[in-house]
């Protein structure tokens, strides 16, 4: 019986010879057929055995990728529940590079739509993949012109998180901003980072051969945790009024920039925080020169720093509220310099609330000679000044305040009226609040409160810790005295009409950084309390390099003022029935 | 020869005829193709009911994804609206309306503090004794209540 059975037979089939030589060809090819499945079988058995799992291996880690699913960042509100930071879904534009067959013409089409020069975006997808970035949080105008380009295959749309501040400029130094991956990078949105940020989730995302992402293959491994929720000291209407009537008056002196605090006298919560010049978080970028919060940087106080001075030397029994002195205009000083009156004059025969009302020079270097260094320092020191005072904003300054053994002759003369020595405006707007809620150097602080996400709360800053540093009889003598400064001293233009305001003037000459001052360049300054009958509020108001006008009851006094009226209106505070101003108020006219 | 034998008929005794009755109902119960049939039906009924099981499943994960896709989206709509009127509360533009509308701010002397006796306010609620910070928090959680204004602390 024949094998191959469909070979022709008969007389037509030829001779023997040739069936031979077809039946060794068929054979042949069928051994060489049985070989290359042989080899087949051999490349199977090795592949699905002995490369198996290197192979599952590699082709998981080119379809399945574990990819982390960011938390939603908490927002931040004021203290009545105004939304000051918030966040919003955008598109990120990411590119798909492995898919994309012309690089230059892909940019041509999508490199106009970003506003991005085409070469940027052919360099970035020439790397080849399958993920780049094209750019992060579009706004829906140019991502639906995205969309519109149809390249579905070569492009990709990832929702992020963007954060945003609905309130604008309001508020930016302390608020800060983020950074593209919503990280905290200045104010607040950095110092709670921890608990603004959440915690971020990770889940499974499967890609085709392409890598483009197939929706169904996405799984949550663990769901983020969304942050925490801040609420902050700050009042919105009370920040817009500082910030308002700071910028008034730096465009109006042409200064270089200027800060105002506005802090409540027992708890050292911050109500407002304004520095100018200022930015929009929202395009932080922009305005880099205005990330400067000079709330937080020090500078050379001049006379406010009188205050502290006199309440050391009060509080250490050096002097006393009867003490008096003599002012002959100037004062020669070790070291052959000689401390001059701002305007020249002679006070003659002064006591302390003279010192205090008319800003005197002479009595005042005469008060820190008799306090000497190592008393002058320690008690100042204790006030808080050349320290931090902790407040929850990065970036702050200590100041300076040199150890008493490097100091020279002159040092306690200079410092007592405010020169040689650096602090920052929440340094003296602290020692101001002291010196109205009884003697007590409060933390000053611009975050209350943390809600937890689950529903949790947490106090920021729990029960303030108090320290005494001054008598209640020494602080309230002081706040009487600096009284007179509004009624009949040097800054009568902080008058708040139905209020009694207690404050100090100062106007500092600018340190040049060869030594020496610099001619023509002062800080005006004006700190002080409101009302002063029961203190609530202690205001500050530094205006940096005026022009015109320089002194700080002519620049800052007024800013202090209008602040002052208007912040009090806004939280309701009752003006003082002491006042002769509340019974002309009642007349409603 | 055999097969040249005349064949011969014997008379036999047939039984008598019974009357023609029905094939009994087992018999016709028990038809295989028709027991196939119940057999196959049998089987396939479970996996029938599975399979539409199966396939709601698929369905109510279908909607259930679907809701929750809602879910997030009515979620970011919320939030987005909530910066809005963040945005549009916000007092730099609050101020530059009354101003358009020829408003000001009132003069001290148009502002009289009335001191109102306790006698007139009634009971405290419970929520004025919290802290003011505890009140924004109970105002946050409160979302009927954080549609308007809040009172301030």
């Given at each position: ?11 037509g ?118 993920f ?7 706004s ?28 604008g ?128 940087e ?32 100037t ?9 001059r009156?701002a ?131 020494v ?15 040097t ?19 600018k ?44 620049v ?34 | ?7 011969r ?26 027991r ?40 970011q ?36 503090a ?6 007139f ?27 308007a ?5």
């Amino acid at each position: 019986m024949s094998r191959f059975p469909s070979l022709p037979r008969g007389p037509g089939a030829g001779p023997p010879q040739v069936l031979a030589l077809s039946r060794r060809r068929i054979r042949g090819v069928a051994v060489v057929w049985l070989a290359c499945l042989v080899v087949l079988g051999a490349r199977v058995a090795y592949l699905q055995t002995a490369a198996s799992e290197r192979l599952r291996e590699l082709g998981r880690r080119q379809q399945v990728e574990t990819v982390t699913v960011p938390a939603s960042r908490g927002r931040i509100y004021d203290r009545a529940g105004r939304q000051l930071a918030g966040n919003v879904v955008r598109d990120s534009v990411y590119a798909v590079p492995r898919a994309i067959r012309d690089p230059h013409r892909f940019a041509g089409q999508v490199a106009p739509v970003l506003g991005v020069p085409p070469q940027s975006v052919v360099e970035r997808v020439r790397g080849g993949g399958y993920f780049v970035w094209l750019a992060r949080q579009v706004s829906p105008e140019v991502a639906s012109r995205l969309r519109g380009l149809r390249l579905q295959d070569q492009l990709g749309f990832e929702q992020e998180e963007k954060r945003v501040y609905p309130a604008g400029l309001l508020a930016a130094h302390v608020l800060g901003f983020t950074g593209v991956d919503n990280q905290g990078l200045a104010g607040v949105e950095l110092r709670y980072e921890e608990a603004l940020r959440g915690l971020p989730g990770r889940a499974v995302r499967v890609r085709d051969a392409l890598g483009r992402e197939i929706l169904e293959g996405r799984q949550a491994l663990s769901p983020p945790r969304p942050g925490a929720d801040l609420v902050l000291a700050l009042d919105s209407v009370v920040q817009h009024v500082a910030e308002r009537e700071l910028q008034r008056a730096v465009e109006h002196y042409r200064a270089r920039g200027g800060a105002a605090v506005v802090m409540d006298v027992h708890t050292g919560e911050l109500l407002a925080v304004a520095s100018v010049p200022g930015f929009d978080p929202n395009r932080f970028q922009h305005r880099p020169e205005g990330w400067r919060n000079r709330a937080l940087e020090a500078y050379e106080p001049g006379s406010t720093f009188k205050l502290a001075i006199l309440a050391a030397a009060l509080e250490a029994g050096v002097i006393r509220p009867q003490s008096r002195f003599v002012c002959q205009g100037t004062l020669r000083i070790p070291g052959g310099y000689t401390i001059r009156e701002a305007h020249g004059e002679s006070h003659g025969r002064v006591g302390v609330a003279d010192v205090v009302r008319l800003s005197c020079n002479v009595a005042s270097a005469q008060v820190g000679a008799a306090l000497g260094p190592d008393l002058l320092y320690r008690t100042v020191a204790r006030f808080g000044f050349g320290q931090l005072t902790g407040v929850d904003l990065p970036g702050e300054s200590a100041g300076i305040l040199r150890p008493p053994g490097t100091w020279s002759a002159t040092d306690p003369y200079v410092v007592a009226i405010g020169q040689g020595v650096a602090v920052t405006p929440l340094q003296l707007v602290r020692f101001a609040a002291a010196l109205a809620n009884g003697g007590y150097l409060v933390r000053p602080h611009v975050a209350v409160a943390v809600l937890e996400p689950e529903g949790g709360l947490r106090r920021v800053e729990g029960a303030q810790q108090k320290i005494r540093v001054l008598s209640p009889s020494v602080a309230g003598t002081l706040l009487r005295m600096m009284e007179a400064v509004v009624t009949d001293g040097t800054g009568t233009a902080a008058a708040v009409e139905g209020y009694r305001v207690a404050g100090k003037t100062g106007t500092a000459q600018k340190p040049s950084p060869s030594g020496g001052y610099q001619p023509g360049r002062y800080v005006a300054s004006f700190v002080g309390v409101v009302p002063s009958d029961g203190p609530r509020l202690a205001i500050l108001v530094a205006v940096d390099e005026p022009r015109g006008a320089y002194y700080g009851g002519v620049v800052a006094a007024p800013v202090f003022s209008r602040i002052a009226s208007q912040a009090l209106w806004v939280l309701g505070i009752p003006p003082s029935e002491s006042s002769p101003q509340v019974l002309r108020g009642r007349g409603g006219d | 020869m055999t097969a040249s034998r005349r064949r011969r008929t014997y008379p036999v005794l047939l039984p008598r005829e019974f009357p023609v009755t029905r094939a009994p109902r087992r018999l016709r119960r028990t038809h295989p193709v028709a027991r196939g049939l119940v057999a196959v039906f049998l089987l396939a009924l479970p996996l029938l009911g599975h399979v539409w099981l199966e396939t709601e499943a698929t369905q109510a994960g279908y909607r259930l994804r679907a809701l929750r896709q809602e879910v997030v989206q009515l979620a970011q709509e919320q939030q987005r609206l909530r910066t809005q009127v963040a945005a549009l509360r916000s007092p730099e533009r609050l101020e530059r309306l009354a101003s358009d509308l020829g408003l000001q701010a009132p003069a001290p002397n148009q502002l009289a503090a009335v001191p109102v006796p306790v006698a007139f306010t009634g009971p405290r609620p419970e929520a004025a004794e919290l802290p003011w910070w505890q009140r924004v928090v109970r105002l946050l959680h409160d979302p009927a209540a954080s549609a308007a204004e809040p009172e301030r602390p």
